[in-house]
Protein backbone atom coordinates (compact mmCIF):
# COMPACT_ATOMS: atom_id res chain seq x y z
CA UNK A 1 0.00 0.00 0.00
CA UNK A 2 2.65 2.39 0.99
CA UNK A 3 4.34 1.72 -2.93
CA UNK A 4 0.96 2.78 -4.31
CA UNK A 5 0.47 5.70 -2.08
CA UNK A 6 3.72 7.31 -2.38
CA UNK A 7 3.28 6.61 -6.29
CA UNK A 8 0.13 8.36 -6.34
CA UNK A 9 1.68 11.49 -4.91
CA UNK A 10 4.29 11.26 -8.10
CA UNK A 11 1.42 10.81 -10.50
CA UNK A 12 -0.28 13.95 -8.47
CA UNK A 13 2.65 16.35 -9.59
CA UNK A 14 3.06 14.76 -12.85
CA UNK A 15 -0.91 15.42 -13.74
CA UNK A 16 -0.25 19.21 -12.39
CA UNK A 17 2.57 19.87 -15.01
CA UNK A 18 0.42 18.06 -17.83
CA UNK A 19 -2.31 20.26 -16.97
CA UNK A 20 -0.43 23.62 -16.97
CA UNK A 21 1.14 22.30 -20.65
CA UNK A 22 -1.93 20.69 -21.71
CA UNK A 23 -4.73 23.56 -21.25
CA UNK A 24 -2.21 26.08 -23.37
CA UNK A 25 -1.97 23.46 -25.77
CA UNK A 26 -5.38 22.88 -25.85
CA UNK A 27 -6.59 26.45 -25.46
CA UNK A 28 -4.22 27.40 -28.48
CA UNK A 29 -5.61 25.22 -30.82
CA UNK A 30 -9.25 25.44 -30.07
CA UNK A 31 -9.01 29.36 -31.16
CA UNK A 32 -6.55 29.13 -33.88
CA UNK A 33 -7.03 25.43 -35.30
CA UNK A 34 -3.65 25.06 -35.66
CA UNK A 35 -1.93 21.94 -34.00
CA UNK A 36 1.15 23.70 -32.67
CA UNK A 37 3.95 20.72 -32.63
CA UNK A 38 6.83 23.73 -31.56
CA UNK A 39 5.10 23.60 -28.22
CA UNK A 40 7.22 21.51 -26.15
CA UNK A 41 10.71 23.72 -27.85
CA UNK A 42 8.56 26.86 -26.40
CA UNK A 43 8.60 25.06 -23.11
CA UNK A 44 12.21 24.41 -23.58
CA UNK A 45 13.18 27.48 -24.48
CA UNK A 46 11.31 29.15 -22.07
CA UNK A 47 12.81 26.73 -19.08
CA UNK A 48 16.54 28.00 -20.31
CA UNK A 49 15.36 31.12 -19.92
CA UNK A 50 14.38 30.64 -15.94
CA UNK A 51 18.13 28.97 -15.94
CA UNK A 52 20.23 31.53 -16.85
CA UNK A 53 18.21 34.58 -14.51
CA UNK A 54 18.49 31.42 -11.81
CA UNK A 55 22.63 31.19 -12.44
CA UNK A 56 22.74 34.70 -11.86
CA UNK A 57 20.81 34.92 -8.49
CA UNK A 58 17.17 35.49 -9.46
CA UNK A 59 14.69 33.55 -7.56
CA UNK A 60 13.41 30.24 -9.25
CA UNK A 61 9.98 31.46 -8.66
CA UNK A 62 10.45 34.79 -10.07
CA UNK A 63 12.51 33.22 -12.94
CA UNK A 64 9.49 31.00 -13.73
CA UNK A 65 7.61 34.33 -13.91
CA UNK A 66 10.14 35.60 -16.41
CA UNK A 67 9.82 32.68 -17.79
CA UNK A 68 6.21 32.88 -18.66
CA UNK A 69 6.38 36.10 -20.31
CA UNK A 70 9.19 34.99 -22.55
CA UNK A 71 7.22 32.23 -23.18
CA UNK A 72 4.53 34.15 -24.08
CA UNK A 73 6.25 36.59 -26.14
CA UNK A 74 8.26 33.71 -28.46
CA UNK A 75 4.97 31.82 -29.16
CA UNK A 76 2.98 35.18 -30.60
CA UNK A 77 6.57 35.90 -32.23
CA UNK A 78 6.41 32.62 -34.09
CA UNK A 79 2.78 33.55 -35.03
CA UNK A 80 3.00 36.39 -36.34
CA UNK A 81 6.57 35.64 -38.29
CA UNK A 82 6.52 32.27 -39.29
CA UNK A 83 2.44 30.31 -38.87
CA UNK A 84 1.05 33.59 -39.80
CA UNK A 85 2.15 34.03 -43.31
CA UNK A 86 1.26 30.32 -44.44
CA UNK A 87 -1.86 30.44 -43.61
CA UNK A 88 -2.91 33.62 -45.49
CA UNK A 89 -1.66 30.96 -48.35
CA UNK A 90 -4.07 28.70 -47.29
CA UNK A 91 -1.86 25.85 -46.29
CA UNK A 92 -4.26 23.32 -44.88
CA UNK A 93 -4.08 21.57 -41.46
CA UNK A 94 -1.74 18.70 -42.77
CA UNK A 95 1.05 21.33 -43.94
CA UNK A 96 0.80 23.15 -40.67
CA UNK A 97 1.54 20.58 -38.62
CA UNK A 98 5.03 19.59 -40.63
CA UNK A 99 5.74 23.41 -40.52
CA UNK A 100 5.69 23.60 -36.91
CA UNK A 101 7.66 19.70 -36.68
CA UNK A 102 10.36 21.73 -38.78
CA UNK A 103 9.94 25.12 -36.27
CA UNK A 104 10.59 22.80 -33.31
CA UNK A 105 13.21 20.57 -34.75
CA UNK A 106 15.20 24.27 -35.50
CA UNK A 107 14.63 25.83 -31.92
CA UNK A 108 15.80 22.45 -30.72
CA UNK A 109 19.04 22.08 -32.30
CA UNK A 110 19.69 25.98 -32.16
CA UNK A 111 19.49 25.81 -28.71
CA UNK A 112 22.09 22.49 -28.45
CA UNK A 113 24.39 24.34 -30.58
CA UNK A 114 24.21 27.08 -28.61
CA UNK A 115 23.97 25.14 -24.92
CA UNK A 116 25.74 21.81 -26.23
CA UNK A 117 24.61 18.31 -25.31
CA UNK A 118 25.17 18.89 -21.36
CA UNK A 119 22.98 18.29 -18.81
CA UNK A 120 21.34 20.86 -16.89
CA UNK A 121 19.89 21.81 -13.09
CA UNK A 122 18.13 24.82 -11.11
CA UNK A 123 19.54 25.93 -8.36
CA UNK A 124 16.49 25.27 -6.10
CA UNK A 125 16.03 23.63 -3.39
CA UNK A 126 13.41 21.23 -3.06
CA UNK A 127 12.64 21.99 0.44
CA UNK A 128 11.75 19.74 3.74
CA UNK A 129 9.52 17.17 2.22
CA UNK A 130 6.36 16.71 4.25
CA UNK A 131 4.56 13.32 5.31
CA UNK A 132 0.99 12.62 4.84
CA UNK A 133 0.65 9.18 5.95
CA UNK A 134 2.59 7.32 3.33
CA UNK A 135 1.80 10.15 1.36
CA UNK A 136 5.37 12.50 0.72
CA UNK A 137 6.11 15.97 -0.98
CA UNK A 138 8.43 18.47 -1.13
CA UNK A 139 7.44 22.28 -0.36
CA UNK A 140 8.44 22.47 -4.20
CA UNK A 141 5.89 19.81 -5.43
CA UNK A 142 3.19 21.33 -3.61
CA UNK A 143 4.11 24.84 -4.83
CA UNK A 144 4.09 23.45 -8.39
CA UNK A 145 0.39 21.59 -7.63
CA UNK A 146 -1.10 24.82 -6.12
CA UNK A 147 0.53 26.71 -9.28
CA UNK A 148 -1.28 24.11 -11.75
CA UNK A 149 -4.84 24.52 -9.82
CA UNK A 150 -4.56 28.36 -9.79
CA UNK A 151 -3.81 28.66 -13.28
CA UNK A 152 -6.44 26.35 -14.75
CA UNK A 153 -8.90 27.75 -12.57
CA UNK A 154 -8.38 31.47 -13.86
CA UNK A 155 -8.19 29.81 -17.35
CA UNK A 156 -11.39 28.28 -17.31
CA UNK A 157 -13.14 30.96 -15.02
CA UNK A 158 -11.75 33.74 -17.77
CA UNK A 159 -13.04 31.16 -20.62
CA UNK A 160 -16.47 30.86 -18.53
CA UNK A 161 -17.24 34.57 -17.40
CA UNK A 162 -14.95 37.50 -19.44
CA UNK A 163 -15.85 38.96 -22.74
CA UNK A 164 -12.23 38.18 -23.44
CA UNK A 165 -12.94 34.34 -23.16
CA UNK A 166 -16.30 34.13 -24.72
CA UNK A 167 -15.06 35.95 -27.66
CA UNK A 168 -11.98 32.80 -27.70
CA UNK A 169 -15.20 30.54 -27.41
CA UNK A 170 -17.27 32.33 -29.95
CA UNK A 171 -13.92 31.63 -32.43
CA UNK A 172 -13.27 28.15 -31.86
CA UNK A 173 -16.80 27.36 -32.55
CA UNK A 174 -17.49 29.53 -35.79
CA UNK A 175 -14.90 32.03 -36.63
CA UNK A 176 -16.86 33.53 -39.62
CA UNK A 177 -19.78 33.98 -37.43
CA UNK A 178 -17.10 35.22 -34.69
CA UNK A 179 -16.18 38.13 -37.60
CA UNK A 180 -19.31 38.79 -38.43
CA UNK A 181 -20.53 39.87 -34.80
CA UNK A 182 -17.02 42.04 -34.50
CA UNK A 183 -14.76 39.95 -32.70
CA UNK A 184 -11.52 41.39 -32.62
CA UNK A 185 -9.87 37.79 -34.18
CA UNK A 186 -6.59 38.68 -34.71
CA UNK A 187 -6.20 40.27 -30.82
CA UNK A 188 -7.72 37.55 -29.29
CA UNK A 189 -5.87 34.91 -31.81
CA UNK A 190 -2.62 37.25 -30.65
CA UNK A 191 -3.74 36.84 -26.81
CA UNK A 192 -4.13 32.59 -26.95
CA UNK A 193 -1.11 32.53 -28.63
CA UNK A 194 -0.09 34.93 -25.37
CA UNK A 195 -1.32 32.78 -22.83
CA UNK A 196 -0.84 29.27 -24.51
CA UNK A 197 3.22 30.49 -24.18
CA UNK A 198 3.26 31.68 -20.80
CA UNK A 199 1.61 28.29 -20.10
CA UNK A 200 4.23 26.38 -21.87
CA UNK A 201 6.81 28.38 -19.90
CA UNK A 202 5.23 28.11 -16.61
CA UNK A 203 5.25 24.18 -17.63
CA UNK A 204 8.64 23.87 -18.40
CA UNK A 205 10.17 25.33 -15.94
CA UNK A 206 7.85 23.32 -13.39
CA UNK A 207 9.14 20.15 -15.52
CA UNK A 208 12.72 21.01 -15.16
CA UNK A 209 11.88 21.47 -11.44
CA UNK A 210 10.33 17.99 -10.69
CA UNK A 211 13.02 16.20 -13.03
CA UNK A 212 15.92 17.72 -11.57
CA UNK A 213 18.25 17.66 -15.09
CA UNK A 214 17.27 18.56 -18.46
CA UNK A 215 18.48 19.01 -21.75
CA UNK A 216 17.99 21.17 -24.68
CA UNK A 217 15.44 18.88 -26.17
CA UNK A 218 13.44 17.44 -22.76
CA UNK A 219 10.64 20.21 -23.75
CA UNK A 220 9.83 18.20 -27.04
CA UNK A 221 10.09 15.13 -25.12
CA UNK A 222 8.06 15.84 -23.00
CA UNK A 223 5.03 16.92 -25.62
CA UNK A 224 3.75 13.61 -26.90
CA UNK A 225 2.55 13.15 -23.09
CA UNK A 226 0.98 16.46 -23.08
CA UNK A 227 -0.84 15.53 -26.28
CA UNK A 228 -1.63 11.97 -24.77
CA UNK A 229 -3.83 14.39 -22.13
CA UNK A 230 -5.03 17.07 -24.34
CA UNK A 231 -6.21 14.22 -26.70
CA UNK A 232 -7.47 12.08 -23.99
CA UNK A 233 -9.86 14.89 -22.61
CA UNK A 234 -10.87 16.16 -26.27
CA UNK A 235 -8.74 18.69 -27.64
CA UNK A 236 -10.03 21.83 -27.82
CA UNK A 237 -11.19 21.45 -24.24
CA UNK A 238 -9.38 23.16 -21.12
CA UNK A 239 -11.71 21.29 -18.58
CA UNK A 240 -10.80 18.06 -20.49
CA UNK A 241 -6.86 18.63 -20.51
CA UNK A 242 -7.21 18.84 -16.84
CA UNK A 243 -8.64 15.53 -16.69
CA UNK A 244 -7.29 13.85 -19.05
CA UNK A 245 -3.61 15.13 -17.28
CA UNK A 246 -4.72 13.45 -14.34
CA UNK A 247 -5.79 10.58 -15.47
CA UNK A 248 -2.30 10.35 -17.96
CA UNK A 249 -0.34 11.27 -14.65
CA UNK A 250 -2.11 8.90 -12.05
CA UNK A 251 -1.70 6.36 -14.34
CA UNK A 252 1.81 6.32 -15.59
CA UNK A 253 3.19 6.92 -12.05
CA UNK A 254 1.64 3.67 -10.36
CA UNK A 255 2.02 1.69 -13.20
CA UNK A 256 5.61 2.47 -13.61
CA UNK A 257 5.65 1.39 -9.49
CA UNK A 258 4.57 -1.44 -10.02
CA UNK A 259 5.90 -2.09 -13.66
CA UNK A 260 8.58 -0.79 -16.00
CA UNK A 261 9.63 2.95 -15.55
CA UNK A 262 10.89 3.23 -18.57
CA UNK A 263 7.41 2.37 -20.21
CA UNK A 264 5.70 5.12 -18.67
CA UNK A 265 4.98 6.50 -22.05
CA UNK A 266 3.55 3.22 -23.44
CA UNK A 267 0.95 3.06 -20.17
CA UNK A 268 -0.10 6.77 -21.48
CA UNK A 269 -0.94 5.75 -24.98
CA UNK A 270 -2.44 2.48 -23.75
CA UNK A 271 -4.91 4.42 -21.85
CA UNK A 272 -5.73 6.59 -24.33
CA UNK A 273 -6.23 4.08 -27.04
CA UNK A 274 -8.81 2.34 -24.75
CA UNK A 275 -10.65 5.84 -23.61
CA UNK A 276 -10.87 7.56 -27.91
CA UNK A 277 -11.90 3.49 -28.84
CA UNK A 278 -15.07 3.65 -26.40
CA UNK A 279 -15.45 7.78 -26.69
CA UNK A 280 -13.71 9.07 -29.92
CA UNK A 281 -14.42 12.60 -29.53
CA UNK A 282 -12.39 12.67 -25.56
CA UNK A 283 -13.69 12.86 -22.58
CA UNK A 284 -14.82 16.66 -23.37
CA UNK A 285 -15.30 17.67 -26.94
CA UNK A 286 -15.25 21.85 -27.27
CA UNK A 287 -15.37 21.75 -30.88
CA UNK A 288 -18.27 21.88 -32.93
CA UNK A 289 -16.77 21.81 -35.98
CA UNK A 290 -14.00 21.12 -38.60
CA UNK A 291 -11.84 22.67 -40.51
CA UNK A 292 -9.93 22.00 -44.04
CA UNK A 293 -7.26 24.81 -43.50
CA UNK A 294 -6.05 26.91 -39.99
CA UNK A 295 -8.42 29.62 -40.22
Given amino acids: MSVFIS ?109 GPSFFSYNAPAGKALHFADFVLTRQELAIIAIAAALTAVVQGALQYTRLGKAMRGLAVNPALARACGVPTRSVIALAWFVSGALAGIGGVALFLDISTFTATTGSEFLIVIIAAAVLGGVGSPRGAVLGALVVGVVTEVGGAYWNPQLKDVLAFSVMIVVLLVRPQGLFAQLANERAVAR
Avoid at 22 to 38: D, E, P
Avoid at 65 to 86: K, M
Fill in 7 to 115: ALGFGVVTAAILAISAVGFTLQFSVTNVFNLAFGSVMTLSGFVAYWLNQVGVDIWLAMLAAAICGGLISVAINELLYEPFIRHGVNLFGMVIITISVGLIFDHGLQAVV
